[in-house]
């Protein structure tokens, strides 16, 4: 079923899209926005991406495979805007603004993520795109959401984690917050924003009118810790960062212990005695097992720092991939801590077809990672990679009904 | 006091009915917990199945004054909230049969019950695609690692997933003899239900619109939604044969960064974006304004400092590492709170690094009612973080806390599903329910 048809790529790509014929306007930028209408357009919605080229995509900043930057040719914009179109428009150009809300006119949705009331002082207020479309989806993104008194707050993703407590409750607990390495909730807020497309767009077969959507990203953050802030409402215990270990459920060992080589670490989550029991085995340590400091989980989590010593001594001197191999033959959760290198090479990830190649005709073939599930008849797929600044004009302005000559007017008056 | 707008878009309801009207889904197994809480905020009707002694993580706490008890795991009761409950046991030729009905009454089915363990008992989505079933249309298969392939039966937890999908070789500390860090608490299960409600709306509206005739599958791997929430190590590795390495409070990257995350007087941290560099040179000048009253803008009015904004990214280390230095200097004399508030009434993105729980008291949610109040099963009230997007014209409705073990059998199972009253009594005393 899904192994086999996922293997045989054509087979996939030839599936129906979900999202077939609905189409977005994409004013969004840098990662959260287009993190959401990448996951629509990867589940096959024409997703019209709107560009200001004054004022650039940052991420189009990002480092090319080789050369010098160039805007068509940023590895980190072209992984999240891949199965886009795209265009550039000057919307205080009255004819591109007349263009732009002929798009909108007949479109299903349309995206932003600037900061609070920018797209309303462009001319997009809510009112005005349910004047041009009154069954539109507005969906805004941004980090304190467009109500409230701090609205006009301004995050990126690492502000976010922090002010959401994500960041604080990350890390040693010896140490200062380690936060999150990326930009997490850039995804999340993505996330959100697709899952807020995809009930609104099912919302829009039974109701009349236009939806609009707002998504805090500090929100997208803070429903993740309910069950931290329910004990400290109730137990009256603040949240704190405890490294790799496991309160609830109280486990131990539970941990990442140092293997052999640069920087290479396995973790292992000891659940039961009979896991316990399988990884002193496994280590070479039986000691361990009798040793009456480990005897119970009750002693190893009164004795964790010990536990964990003892544990990284039997792993320092051990092949990581391999011992997570051996341990999962015994039963025993186990995870090489896996870097980019790695995870090329998960058979796993390989076997569910998840990195997908496509072309692009400014960096060449590539991977791009796909949706993490897969269905039984309809299909996602990656065809294409980002588009080029403005690539898409033509097909686009010409699709609106332009002819060549008022496009090459428009590009005359730096308007598209 | 507060000058903040309104909120009249949410204070009514559209047309009555909420955002997911008449979707029933049935959750089975703990791994969809989060993906059925996130259609239940939305109203779907959610029907959580256990068996008679109660699902897993009815025995995972926290709990009240640490006393654990199948009614009061407060784990469960943020993850179940706006669900309903039954019971029935699986093993049980008699709960089986109840198990297909609710299948079949449903629009949805959420297995999150460990990989193969429903198809081995031949209630499962084989069962469910060999035919004869009258529903569900959509089958969610939430698993570790995918419902094939050669790491399906693989033993899995939360740190488990954060290690192999990326995130944790990214996280953690420049000192890289410290080790890589799993984020708290429980990301892996967040982003295998967010990505799972996205497959479940894409294949309900898939179906919807005649793309396919299902029954549909959603063969959700947590590993795979891991391994894509893991933002610019994928491309610097891709693109560039660079391994992203981790560093203190802030971004992996290929190479050395300035700091960005900075103590405060009162031996809290904020995060300050860039180091304190800031995104454009428009806000340059208001900021150093502001450091001169600390007199502690130092050099930062030198050309060179304003020409490093306009710089490619991989230029003006130095001036960028010095913006860093001198800013963590500044903030050093601030407090918390005047760092934060002060730096965001200067449109500059800082970060207070705040306790979760800190949120609860900050007017700007009370503004937006990101909290709804949860009655816990012992009566008393806390607040609830509820699912993070606003409708306009759609009122948020209070949650109802997580369903009591078999809460709602009798409301299920007789008044839904029609099994007599009388028999309810007879299944349970059979173990069936």
Redesign the interface.
């Known amino acids: 079923m899904a192994k086999s048809d996922a293997n045989s790529d054509r087979a996939y790509d030839e599936r129906p899209r979900p999202l077939a014929g609905v189409r977005v306007v994409d004013f969004t930028w840098i990662v959260a926005g287009p993190q959401a209408t990448r996951i629509i357009a990867d589940l096959g919605a024409d997703v019209i991406r709107v560009e200001n080229e004054g004022h650039m995509d940052s991420l189009r900043g990002g480092l090319p495979p080789d050369g010098p930057p160039h805007p068509d040719r940023s590895g980190i914009f072209n992984n999240f805007n891949r199965n886009k179109r795209g265009i550039t428009a000057n919307i205080h150009h009255p004819r591109t603004r007349e263009l732009i809300e002929q798009l909108i006119s007949g479109a299903d949705a349309v995206t932003e993520n600037f900061s609070p009331g920018a797209f309303a002082r462009m001319g997009f207020g809510f009112e005005r795109l349910r004047e041009l479309n009154p069954r539109i989806i507005y969906l805004s993104l941004s980090g304190y959401g467009h109500y409230g008194r701090d609205s006009s707050y301004v995050t990126w993703g690492p502000t976010a984690q922090a002010v959401s407590g994500l960041t604080y409750i990350s890390g040693l607990p010896d140490q200062d917050p380690a936060g999150w390495g990326y930009s997490y909730l850039d995804h999340s807020a993505g996330y959100y924003g697709a899952i807020a497309m995809l009930l609104a767009l099912r919302r829009r077969e039974r109701i009349e009118g236009a939806q609009r959507i707002d998504i805090s990203q500090v929100e997208t953050g803070m429903v993740m810790t309910g069950v931290t802030m329910l004990d400290c409402q109730i137990n009256g215990r603040p949240s704190e960062r405890i490294g790799n270990r496991s309160r609830h459920p109280a486990l131990a060992p539970h941990g990442a212990y140092r293997c052999a080589g640069d920087d290479r670490w396995i973790t292992i989550a000891v659940e039961t005695e009979e896991h316990w029991r399988e990884l002193c085995e496994e280590l070479g340590a039986p000691e361990l097992a009798e040793d009456e400091r480990f005897a119970s989980l009750e002693a190893r989590l009164e004795a964790e720092d010990e536990l964990d010593a003892a544990i990284t001594e039997c792993t320092r001197e051990r092949e990581p991939r391999a011992l997570m191999f051996a341990l999962q033959a015994r039963g025993v959760p186990a995870g090489l801590a896996q870097n980019m290198p790695d995870k090329m090479q998960d058979e796993q990830l390989a076997a569910r077809g998840f990195y997908r190649a496509a072309p692009s005709p400014y960096v060449g073939d590539r991977f791009y990672e796909g949706l993490p599930f897969l269905f039984r008849q309809l299909g996602w797929d990656v065809h294409r990679g980002a588009p080029g600044l403005g690539e898409h004009i033509d097909e686009v302005l010409t699709e609106l009904g332009c002819t060549p000559e008022e496009i090459a007017q428009l590009r005359a008056e730096a308007a598209v | 006091m507060?000058?903040?707008?309104p909120?009249p878009?949410?204070a009514a309801s559209?047309?009555g009915?909420p955002?997911?009207?008449r979707v029933r889904v049935v959750e089975v197994g703990d791994l969809g917990e989060v993906a059925g809480r996130?259609l239940a905020d939305?109203g779907a009707d959610v029907i959580r199945v256990e068996p008679p002694s109660g699902t897993d993580s009815r025995?995972?706490?926290?709990y009240?004054?640490?006393e654990p008890g199948v009614e009061t795991s407060?784990?469960f009761?943020?993850?179940n909230a706006n669900k309903r409950g039954v019971t029935l046991d699986l093993e049980h030729a008699e709960g089986r049969a109840l198990w297909r009905r609710l299948c079949e009454s449903a629009d949805v089915v959420i297995d999150g019950s460990g990989h193969g363990v429903l198809d081995a008992l031949g209630v499962g989505w084989e069962a469910r695609?060999a035919g004869g079933w009258a529903g569900p249309r959509v089958w969610c298969s939430i698993t570790p690692?995918?419902?094939?392939?050669?790491?399906?039966d693989?033993?899995?937890?939360d740190?488990?997933?954060?290690?192999?999908?990326?995130?944790?070789?990214?996280?953690?500390?420049t000192d890289?003899d410290?080790?890589?860090?799993?984020?708290?608490?429980?990301?892996s299960y967040?982003?295998?239900g967010?990505?799972?409600?996205?497959?479940i709306?894409?294949?309900?509206?898939?179906l919807?619109?005649g793309?396919?005739?299902?029954?549909?599958?959603?063969?959700?791997?947590?590993?795979?939604?891991v391994?894509?929430?893991?933002?610019?190590?994928?491309?610097?590795?891709?693109?560039?044969r660079e391994?992203?390495q981790?560093?203190?409070?802030?971004?992996?990257a290929p190479g050395p960064t300035p700091e960005?995350?900075f103590?405060t007087v009162d031996g809290r941290?904020?995060?300050v974006?860039g180091g304190g560099q800031p995104?454009s040179a428009r806000y340059l000048d208001d900021m150093l304004e502001w450091m001169d009253r600390y007199d502690a803008a130092e050099d930062l009015r030198e050309p060179r400092y304003r020409a490093a904004i306009f710089a490619?990214?991989?230029e003006a280390h130095e001036e960028r590492a010095r913006f860093s230095e001198v800013t963590k200097r500044f903030v050093a004399m601030l407090t918390t709170e005047e760092a934060y508030r002060g730096g965001?009434s200067l449109?500059?993105?800082?970060?207070?690094?705040?306790?979760?729980?800190?949120?609860?008291d900050d007017?700007?949610?009370t503004?937006?009612d990101?909290f709804a109040p949860?009655e816990?099963p012992d009566g008393?009230q806390?607040?609830?973080?509820?699912?993070?997007?606003?409708?306009?014209?759609v009122e948020r409705g209070l949650p109802c806390r997580a369903p009591l073990l078999g809460e709602h059998n009798h409301a299920v199972y007789h008044e839904e599903l029609g099994v007599p009253a009388e028999e309810l009594p007879r299944l349970a005393e059979r173990g069936a329910i």
């Open positions: 507060s000058d903040a707008p909120l878009e949410f559209l047309d009915a955002i997911l009207d996130l939305v025995h995972i706490g926290p009240p004054g640490d407060l784990r009761a943020a993850h695609l690692f995918g419902r094939e392939g050669p790491w399906a693989w033993a899995s937890s740190l488990v997933q954060l290690a192999l999908g990326g995130p944790m070789m990214s996280t953690g500390y890289h410290l080790p890589p860090i799993r984020g708290g608490f429980d990301h967040w982003m295998g967010e990505y799972a409600v996205v497959g709306l894409g294949a309900l509206f898939g919807d619109a793309a396919a005739e299902g029954p549909e599958l959603v063969d959700m791997a947590i590993h795979d939604a391994s894509a929430t893991t933002e610019g190590s994928f491309p610097s590795w891709e693109y560039r391994i992203n981790r560093a203190t409070g802030r971004h992996s960005i995350q103590p941290h904020m995060n974006i995104r490619a990214r991989n965001q449109h500059l993105p800082w970060g207070i690094v705040r306790r979760p729980e800190e949120n609860l007017p700007h949610w503004d937006r990101s949860l816990l008393r806390a607040r609830l973080p509820v699912a993070p997007y606003r409708f306009e014209g």
